[in-house]
């Protein structure tokens, strides 16, 4: 089992290009999340996907979109870069039901200038 | 109000010390809770789950408190390599409904300084 994988692990972009950060998970778990991560905070939630298909936004969405067409994979979308999504990204999933913990992937580190 | 709210820190303790952390929420909705830790910015490891009113492993005993919607986390005899961020995650629950909405809301964390 390879867990949560996060790919790129790290990534430059220049303001106004955009990109996609890709999550897959093998633990067939309905749930996915994306967080960014900022110096000196806790992680915050960008969106997050209760199923295939399915996608619903989190504290921090705006800039950002994704999509769930496949149960394992959930991908994260910046279409337009700007130097405030500088940040580090980590993707994390969990089977359904209230004590399920979050497995996380080993996080991309995005800078944008 | 935020949703769920931590003391930053950080904590500086000498080795063996014993050290307990806060965490508060604000929806009375929410049912089960997470103790995480993090390494310099590395992903977030889980160290305990809280579903009724505590929980222990080893050194660690981690504790809820509903009716003051707290949870706090107590680490006995503490060691060097305790030195991490701790991070609460509350998910959030719907009122007098399932708690399972799927959303899970992180505090800021708390930083932990371990001392020889």
């Known amino acids: 089992n390879a867990g949560v994988t996060q790919t790129p692990k790290f990534r430059v972009l220049k303001t106004g290009q955009s990109m996609t950060l890709l999550c897959a998970q093998d633990?067939?778990?309905?749930?996915m999340y994306w967080y960014r991560q900022d110096p000196g905070m806790g992680l915050r939630l960008i969106h997050y996907s209760v199923g295939e298909g399915t996608t619903a936004k989190g504290e921090v969405p705006d800039g950002y979109n994704v999509s769930r067409l496949k149960k394992q994979n959930f991908l994260l979308g910046l279409e337009s870069a700007a130097p405030s999504q500088t940040s580090v990204y980590f993707c994390?999933?969990?089977?359904?039901?209230?004590?399920?913990?979050?497995?996380f992937g080993n996080g991309t580190r995005l800078t944008v200038t | 109000r935020k949703e769920v709210e931590q003391d930053p820190g950080p904590f500086n303790v000498p080795e063996g010390a014993t050290v307990a952390f806060n965490c508060t929420y604000s929806n009375s909705a929410s049912q089960s809770f997470f103790w995480y830790r993090q390494d310099c910015r590395k992903e977030p490891k889980l160290l305990m789950s809280?579903?009724?009113s505590g929980n222990e492993d080893g050194r660690f005993t981690a504790q809820l408190n509903r009716a003051s919607q707290y949870i706090s986390l107590l680490i006995r005899d503490s060691k060097l390599s305790d030195s991490a961020t701790y991070l609460c995650v509350v998910p959030r629950g719907i009122p007098g409904g399932s708690s399972n909405t799927g959303k899970l809301i992180f505090g800021q964390g708390t930083t932990l300084q371990v001392k020889p």
């Open positions: 994390a999933s969990r089977r359904t039901g209230d004590n399920s913990p979050l497995h």
């Open positions: 809280v579903y009724s």
């Open positions: 633990m067939n778990h309905e749930y």
